[in-house]
Structure formats: C-alpha cells, structure tokens
C-alpha cells in the first residue's frame, strides 16, 4: 500500500467527517475541521492511497511545541501502522518547523493509543478529570521531549 501524506485541503473535509464520525463518541463536525485548515497555528495531513483519505491527523504549533489535536484512522484500514505513521509524519513536520517537544492528551479507556504513543516515546506527565465532556472520562496528558530521535527518522521504513 503506498501512503502518500499531504496538508489537509478543502477537498479532504468530507472524507476526514467520515473517519472522524467513525472513530470519536463526540466528533468534530465539518465546520471546526474547516476552521482549523485555515488556523494559522494548525497544522493538518491525511494519509491517502490514490486520493482517498484513510487517516488524518493534526497538531497546533505554539512557539517551541506542538499539541496533537486528534490522530484517526479508517475503520477498515486499522491495525496496519497507520495511525503510528501519521503520527511519526507529523513528528517529522514539527521538527522541520523548528519544534521540539509534543503533547497530547488520551482518554484513560483508549489502550490502543496509549500503547501507540507509549511506544513512540511519550510519557504520561498528568491527568485531566472529566476532560471528554460526552462522558466525563479522564485524559491521560503525555508528553515526548527530544522529537529528533531515531524513530522519527525512520518513519518510511514501516
């Protein structure tokens, strides 16, 4: 499967809704998404294989760092390193932005992001209580200092 990843665009809005729909108990509607691609401190990328989007992900840059807003991943095309190569690209284009430390937070009930971002090197520096406001659940806030490490430099050998 070749994966090419690009800046989101206007165009992509209508499939990252569908993803998002399919991934979040409380999505994003189109509106934020559309606002956020014209956020001069947002940064937005799908991964998409012959132009359909199977992935996106996004990040604010304030000054030396970087806030993950949301990484998700087509149903049908979970478990294949998707979401671990969205991440690791936009690793990647924090670094070249001058970045250097990145931040995210998770909900304590999503092993499988908190096992993915675990393994790329971030660590869990607090707790938010009640953070998700559709069911109160708590968030894992993680941090990664040191983005230039190996594994951002190999993203394309996954």
């Not at 000054?63 to 990647?92: C, F, S, W």
């Not at 908190?114 to 660590?123: D, K, M, P």
Request: charged share 20%; proline share 3%.
């Amino acid at each position: 499967m070749n994966i090419a990843f690009k800046k989101m665009c206007p165009e992509h809005i209508s499939q990252v809704v569908e993803i998002e729909q399919a991934s979040f108990p409380a999505p994003w509607p189109q509106q934020v998404f559309t606002s956020e691609i014209q956020n001069e401190f947002a940064h937005y990328i799908v991964a998409a294989v012959n132009e359909q989007v199977i992935g996106y992900g996004g990040m604010w840059l304030v000054l030396d760092e970087a806030q993950v807003t949301n990484v998700a991943v087509h149903p049908a095309y979970r478990m294949n390193n998707i979401g671990k190569m969205i991440m690791l690209e936009l690793m990647r284009r924090a670094i070249l932005m001058g970045i250097d430390k990145m931040t995210l937070e998770v909900r304590l009930s999503n092993l499988v992001a908190r096992h993915l971002y675990a393994s790329l090197g971030f660590e869990k520096k607090g707790m938010r209580k009640k953070y998700y406001l559709d069911n109160n659940e708590d968030a894992i806030i993680m941090w990664k200092h040191d983005l230039g490490g190996n594994e951002v430099t190999a993203c394309r050998d996954i």
